[in-house]
């Protein structure tokens, strides 16, 4: 069963409901493989370390929404080396979503979490669980108060607990960080672009073609971290899932253009029982959709010189993600929240109606906005 916790405006409220009925051998399988054998589960452990794992990820929500760092510091076992970088990791997180929310002129109010235990397994002074988890922000402009927006990001977690004074504690934690790529935004001109962002109106796409919604409902569908029970955590099993050989995000956005676009295959862009580099490289698909004339360019440059422009971006677009003169990521558009600003969609992490620059808004990145000429 999946677990939903839920904490609204500074409350913590946890409730425990089941969710999906489904058979374990397939359940919360990104990679199209059983997870495990059926065999190989100690369901004992799992039922003991489920309220664990929930306690944790309350006592994280709950810091996040209060900006406390006292509620984090019990969560760790900061009595080692890898329990305080995994505590430091969080902290700066926190701190990070806080800066953004500054320049972004907004105010987290409420995060809602779903997660399902996957395994856990006893050592001699460890316990090793294997978690995912799904994070709904709610968030409002401060001058569009009670006008609810929502995000929501997918992570995989595994993670060392050991026996701490308080109880159980975290002695090391390995995750992909959706946040991990810009951890810093001292460099922005927060003020600037706080004015500018919060004087915008929202969008209306209703004019969109065909192609365009069903590209969308296709990213909603299997992103990974849905809005829709029936498809958390999962992704489309016709597809091999490349996030542990590099990144699975142009093979996503691929899957989003053909599957839900109707875009035809190539001998460039193609996808058989693997895919072509223009499929599964994000510096491919980007060179491919600008060479083909599938895709023409709208801007390209640091945050601050496409702000404005990304104002253009309409629902099954594309934005790439440049590190040292080299596109390392794509997402991809699937609408725009209460104040116009454009929400994507992508793989690697997963990621659900987000901001099109959160977790990445750092000085070294530059941005690719793309029109998709549908």
Not at 26 to 46: C, K, M, Q
């Amino acid at each position: 069963m999946f677990i939903v916790i839920r904490m609204k405006r500074l409350l913590v409220i946890a409730s425990m409901a089941i969710v999906i009925l489904f058979i374990f051998i397939t359940a919360i399988n990104n990679d199209n493989e059983p997870v495990w054998n059926i065999a190989e589960v100690d369901t004992e452990l799992i039922d003991y370390f489920t309220p664990v794992i929930e306690e944790i990820i309350l006592t994280r929500n709950r810091a996040m929404m209060e900006n406390n760092l006292e509620l984090l510091k019990p969560v760790y076992n900061t009595n080692t080396r890898n329990g305080v970088w995994a505590y430091e990791h969080e902290k700066k997180k926190m701190q990070y979503l806080y800066k953004w929310a500054d320049k972004q002129g907004i105010k987290f109010t409420g995060i809602d979490s779903v997660f399902k235990v996957r395994w856990a397994k006893e050592q001699k002074n460890k316990t090793t669980v294997n978690f995912c988890v799904i994070t709904d922000y709610s968030y409002e402009y401060l001058n569009l108060p009670d006008t609810p927006n929502h995000m929501r990001i997918a992570t995989y977690h595994v993670i060392d607990l050991s026996v701490g004074i308080e109880g159980w504690e975290i002695s090391r934690e390995w995750y992909t960080d959706p946040f991990a790529d810009s951890l810093s935004l001292d460099n922005l001109k927060a003020a600037d672009n706080r004015e500018y962002i919060m004087s915008q109106s929202g969008r209306d796409f209703s004019s969109i073609n065909s192609r365009r919604i069903e590209a969308v409902e296709y990213a909603d569908r299997y992103c990974g971290a849905s809005d829709n029970e029936e498809y958390f955590f999962l992704y489309n099993k016709k597809y091999k899932n490349y996030n542990g050989l590099g990144g699975d995000c142009a093979n996503f956005a691929s899957q989003v253009l053909h599957e839900g676009g109707k875009f035809k295959k190539t001998g460039t862009w193609n996808y058989e029982k693997d895919g072509s580099r223009a499929w599964l490289n994000a510096q491919g698909f980007k060179d491919y959709l600008l060479y083909s004339g599938r895709g023409s360019l709208i801007a390209r440059g640091t945050y601050d010189q496409v702000l404005k422009l990304s104002y253009k971006l309409l629902p099954g677009d594309i934005v790439g993600y440049e590190k040292k003169g080299k596109v390392v990521h794509v997402s991809v558009v699937t609408g725009a929240d209460s104040r116009g600003y454009t929400l994507i969609n992508c793989h690697n992490t997963d990621r659900f109606r987000v901001p099109w620059d959160l977790g990445w808004s750092d000085k070294g990145i530059k941005f690719w906005l793309i029109r998709v000429n549908y």
